[in-house]
């Protein structure tokens, strides 16, 4: 079978990826933002996971683990969901955690979370208050039964 060869002309070199400039700061758990910002770290994104210091995501004490030997560090679901990223430990309940975090805000470009409805607010890092820090801020939620609405809090 004859293979189709573009002309020269045509041929782009990519030599970065299309968001090489974004950095992402994820607060996820489980799969749906840590997929979500593993998509962006795939495509370039900068992507910052942050979990407490003190339980970690949850994704870490769900399998498959090598030889069905559970460990923190060896769950293929969470090696998965969090390859491409850079991750940290924060107590976000913590003033110095907290400060920690604002400073990461500030240099940032999208906060992606999946916490329950409110919860966010309650720590006192909702929308309001990260676009104070930093006005070009965007926050991605992410919620199975979304932020607001009758089912919200499912």
């Known amino acids: 079978m004859p ?3 573009p002309p020269k002309e045509s041929l782009l070199l990519i030599d970065r990826l299309a968001l090489s400039d974004i950095k992402v700061l994820e607060l996820g ?3 749906s933002a840590p997929y979500a910002s593993k998509m962006m770290a795939d495509m370039g994104a900068d992507v910052i996971k942050i ?3 003190k339980i970690g995501d ?3 004490r769900n399998g498959p683990f090598p030889n069905d030997i559970p460990h923190l560090e060896r769950s293929g679901l969470f090696l998965f969901l969090n390859s491409n990223k850079r991750s940290v430990a924060l107590d976000l309940k913590t ?3 907290k400060e920690a975090f604002w400073k990461l805000v500030k240099q940032g470009d999208v906060v992606a979370e ?3 409805p409110g919860t966010l607010e309650r720590m006192g890092f909702g929308y309001e208050e990260l676009k104070k820090v930093n006005p070009r801020i965007i926050l991605a939620r992410i919620k199975g039964f979304g932020t607001w609405g009758p089912y919200a809090g499912y």
Request: hydrophobic share 35%; net charge negative.
């Open 3 to 5: 293979q189709l060869v």
């Open 29 to 31: 758990e489980f799969v």
């Open 51 to 53: 979990e407490s210091p």
């Open 58 to 60: 949850e994704a870490r």
């Open 95 to 97: 003033d110095e955690g």
């Open 114 to 116: 999946n916490m329950g």
